[in-house]
């Protein structure tokens, strides 16, 4: 599966953004699904996922309540709503899909986007 991921852009803080995650070659409904984000000198680190179905979903403790992740099977698209966007999470965030799970290691997961930049400026 081929997935492309975007709607990144640079916003004031307190601002919002809404990623996408478009996938090609094979369904998405197959995969659990999350995304991760990575900063300048930092490691890549996990931001939030959802499973096959989206009935189950999980954030990192530093988005919980302002971010929201969902999908829709029916268009091969997973998104992550963003809102009250802080500095610090000003970083590359990419999308990926793990065909047995929907954790928050990434290196469990088997598909990459190529990643789409948020800047958040204060």
């Known amino acids: 599966v081929q997935l492309q991921a975007s709607g990144g852009g640079l916003v004031q803080a307190g601002g919002s953004l809404r990623l996408s995650c478009a996938a090609s070659?094979?369904?998405?409904?197959?995969?659990?699904m999350g995304w991760f984000r990575q900063a300048p000198g930092k490691e890549r680190e996990f931001v939030a996922s959802i499973s096959w179905s989206g009935s189950n979903t999980y954030y990192a403790d530093s988005v919980k309540g302002r971010f929201a992740i969902s999908r829709d099977n029916a268009k091969n698209t997973v998104y992550l709503q963003m809102n009250s966007l802080k500095p610090e999470d000003t970083a590359v965030y990419y999308c990926a899909a793990d065909i047995t799970s929907w954790g928050t290691i990434p290196n469990r997961y088997d598909y990459w986007g190529q990643g789409t930049q948020v800047t958040v400026s204060s």
């Open positions: 070659g094979r369904s998405l409904g197959s995969y659990g």
